[in-house]
């Protein structure tokens, strides 16, 4: 009976470190598994930190060709004088499209630079309605390359009556913009 209680207390004993080492185990095993989840998180971060200029230049680069395509789409090319008669040539045609007779088209002087972009503008002049007026501005809103009125002057030559509307005379400077590539003008 002797030998029964000693293997009984034995038992309870190691039941009993077993549990305390358990207890101090598992919190170690739980700190443990903590880490190694930090250290899969970090991990990962690492990788995509490490991809980043990769994308970085992948995203600089698409930028690059976004700018010019850009330019491309709205910025004339050429020298002062080509393109002044590319202005020249496009706001016809949208008079043109739009049913409208331009009198007079002159090249202006007046070149502003600003970096690597120039404008350049025309000043053109016609007689026509109110509503021609704002069918050739909204052909020229959506104009590519790019077309921009800088100042306008409109004058009623006709003032309207019942039947017909005012003839309005209409002055307009309108400019264009050109990538400048390292002249001087």
């Known amino acids: 009976m002797a030998n029964i209680r000693t ?4 038992l309870a004993f190691m039941m009993i470190a077993g549990l305390s080492v358990y ?10 598994t903590q880490m190694e989840a930090g250290i899969a998180r970090k991990k990962a971060l690492l990788e ?9 230049e992948a995203i600089r680069q698409k930028l690059i060709e976004f700018s010019e395509a850009a330019a491309e789409e ?5 020298s002062y004088s080509i393109v002044q008669s590319q202005i020249q040539r496009d706001v016809r045609q949208i008079a ?3 049913d409208v007779q331009i009198g007079t088209v002159r090249s202006l002087n007046n070149t502003r630079q600003a970096g690597l972009i120039s404008r350049t503008s025309v000043q053109m002049s016609w007689v026509s309605g109110y509503d021609d007026l704002l069918k050739f501005l909204h052909r020229m809103e959506s104009w590519k390359p790019f077309l921009q009125v800088r100042k306008m ?3 009623v030559v006709k003032p309207s009556d019942v039947y017909t509307p005012a ?3 209409i002055v307009m400077e309108v400019s264009g913009y050109r990538k400048r590539e390292g002249e001087t003008e």
């Open 96 to 98: 043109e499209d739009v």
């Open 48 to 56: 995509r930190l490490n991809s980043l200029p990769k994308q970085e």
């Open 23 to 32: 207890a101090l185990i598992s919190s170690d095993l739980d700190r443990v």
């Open 74 to 78: 709205h910025l004339y090319e050429g």
């Open 153 to 155: 002057s409109v004058r």
């Open 7 to 10: 293997i009984i207390s034995g």
């Open 167 to 169: 003839s309005l005379s």
